[in-house]
């Protein structure tokens, strides 16, 4: 009987291991991205790289994260609503919705682990970026910065909501 228990504990452990792991492997990427970003923004005092400008308003997933979204019933938050047809810089990680090269749209996720794992991630856990016409970019396997403007509100199509944001791209480039 001891051993038919033990045996029970440790698949039993087996499976919690490989539930946590997804959420382990989100986690330890959230901290890269972190880093990373981190490379971006100014140190106290410091001046700003090279490559900041101005113009763009640093936009983090925590903020669109921030509120639940219930499709019908939830109304978009004024301050998401204040975005609006802005200028901002986000970074996160490339997940191409068809193709692999020359891409003219893609999701933008906080991480590729957390987003793939259990349950999809909510609409407002992601981004949609969209090429401006004509052009398009090269695949990206780390994380990235893209620069542009932020639209605000339901797309659907065929009936189905499929995002609640959009950037559309004027630059993206690997941190």
Not at 57 to 65: A, G, S, V
Not at 149 to 173: H, M, N, P, R, W
């Amino acid at each position: 009987m001891k051993k038919q228990k033990l045996k029970s504990f440790g698949m039993g452990a087996a499976v919690i291991g490989l539930l946590l792991l997804p959420g382990l492997a989100s986690m330890l990427q959230q901290q890269l991205l972190q880093r990373k970003q981190a490379k971006l923004e100014v140190a106290n005092g410091a001046p700003a790289p090279a490559d900041a400008d101005p113009r763009y308003k640093k936009l983090e997933f925590d903020t669109l994260k921030s509120w639940t979204y219930i499709e019908g019933k939830t109304p978009i938050p004024a301050f998401i609503k204040a975005l609006d047809k802005k200028d901002v810089e986000m970074v996160g990680f490339m997940m191409p919705l068809t193709e692999v090269k020359n891409i003219t749209q893609f999701l933008l996720v906080p991480s590729l682990w957390g987003c793939c794992y259990g349950q999809p991630p909510a609409v407002n856990h992601i981004v949609v970026v969209k090429m401006p016409p004509g052009q398009t970019t090269k695949f990206y396997d780390d994380v990235i910065r893209i620069r542009g403007q932020f639209d605000v509100g339901e797309t659907k199509q065929d009936g189905y909501l499929v995002s609640l944001y959009v950037l559309t791209a004027e630059k993206i480039d690997a941190r």
